[in-house]
């Protein structure tokens, strides 16, 4: 088992996680108010930004090949270096999602 760090930019969090365990599980353990919801790699909301570092996060459904490279599932994600990651930041396929949904609900408005 190898131990890494995991730092949250923009806040003063950091935590150590070994590459047998998930990030998620251990910002839960430490008390780190990262977001979840399914826990089991399909929702996105545990989502964050790799801004250093590397993952392996093989069932991390909710991604692209691509987005696997830039986004960590933290539910899913088990570190493979120190890392810093950028909490919050979802990647581009559920944002598409949100600004289709938000245009779905303008035009519902519109018809009322
Ligand atoms: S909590 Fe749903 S994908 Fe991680």
Redesign the pocket.
Known sequence: MTEYTVEFVGTDEEITVSDKETI?SRCIDEGIAQE???????????SAEIVDGEVTQPAAR?LTDEEREQYA????ARPQSDLKLDRGKYPPSIESDVVRREQADDGAAADD
Do not use: N
Not at 36 to 46: I, K, N, P, Q
Not at 73 to 76: G, K, P, R, S, Y
């Open positions: 998620l979840y919801s399914c826990r089991v790699g399909m929702c996105l909301a545990c909710g599932l933290t539910c899913m």
